[in-house]
């Protein structure tokens, strides 16, 4: 595990993690209310865009959990970018429905200045070039794939919903994969070519969960959804930490860390990366020293990774 943080690395947050036999690459930047993403090279993602960043430009999904600026306030210049610089790349934006209208509008008065019209009467394009935009509320029942850099993607993602002030989304990432079914297994090679020229399916399909991302929330949804409680790494966001966090948090409709540790027994991840903290918390030093005052068992503790 090879971990930077935000402020050792330029102001973005560096983690190098291996989860059985998967090695993620996260990087980016979270504090409540100024601005999160959280990218992960091997699937070509980011979740969130509350910032741009030349290496989010390069990533070609875009999964976007709520409306509030922090979390989305970029996602306008990524579109913007890309065709200004001719990349010529397809996209793809899947972002809760109430969020694609006023999404076109922005990114339809960008261009208008980006033009030097008088914009007196700014249409919306609804027809962004090379971007697929997609309601997270169509995923919530199919899975959706992800774009790859090469060939067909093997990712496909599925949305939850979550519990914020504003509709949101949590994410969980799956790996799409076939294989024979059991009574083709003891078949050899020439036996099971002979047979896929008078059958169209010798296989089953597995979708095999690896990542989750919460997204904006209270605990709640989280608790109560096994698959988010057993994917091998949950990312998942704790704003407060301290008692005098407590009002704010639950008014704000987020985590508090007392929340997760108040059910610790209940997370069955391998591990548990923490983000979207306060911005009180001037240092990890800050948050780590609060955490002292719970009652966390050493299994527990293990699992718990801090996105700062």
């Known amino acids: 595990m090879d971990i930077k943080y935000s402020t050792e690395n330029n102001g ?14 996260i990087t980016g930047y979270s504090r409540a209310a100024i601005k999160t993403c959280i990218m992960i090279n091997e699937l070509n993602l980011a979740f969130d865009m509350g910032y741009a960043s030349d290496h989010g430009f390069a990533l070609d999904n875009k999964l976007i959990s709520h409306g509030h600026c922090d ?4 996602l306008h210049t990524d579109h913007c970018t890309r065709a ?3 990349i010529n790349k397809d996209k793809l934006y899947i972002m809760p429905f109430q969020c694609i209208k006023p999404f076109k509008l922005v990114v339809s008065g960008i261009s208008e200045m980006n033009n030097g019209r008088l914009s007196t009467n700014i249409k919306i394009l609804d027809n962004l070039v090379q ?3 997609v309601e997270s509320e ?21 949305s939850f919903l979550m519990d914020h002030k504003v509709t949101s989304f949590g994410y969980i990432i799956y790996r799409k994969s076939e294989k024979l079914k059991p009574e083709y297994t003891n078949l050899d090679r020439d036996a099971i070519i002979a047979l896929k020229k008078h059958m169209t399916k010798l296989t089953d399909t597995f979708y095999t969960p690896l990542l989750a991302y919460t997204g904006d929330t209270t605990i709640e949804p989280i608790i109560k959804n096994p698959e988010l409680l057993n994917v091998p790494l949950l990312i998942m966001e704790c704003t407060g930490f301290s008692d005098d966090d407590t009002d704010s948090v639950q008014c704000g409709k987020h985590i508090h860390f007392k929340d997760i540790i108040n059910n610790q027994e209940l997370f069955k991840n391998e591990k548990i990366l923490l983000f979207h903290f306060s911005q009180k918390y001037k240092t990890l030093d800050d948050i780590l020293e609060l955490t002292n005052n719970f009652d966390i068992t050493s299994e527990f503790k293990n699992k718990l990774l801090y996105f700062y």
């Open 84 to 86: 200004m610089f001719n």
């Open 131 to 133: 971007t697929n935009i």
């Open 138 to 158: 169509s995923c919530l029942n199919d899975y959706y794939p992800l774009l790859s850099k090469g060939q067909k993607s093997e990712y496909v993602v599925k």
């Open 12 to 25: 973005e947050t560096y983690m190098k993690i291996t989860i059985g036999k998967n090695a993620w690459t």
């Open 71 to 74: 979390h989305i306030g970029a």
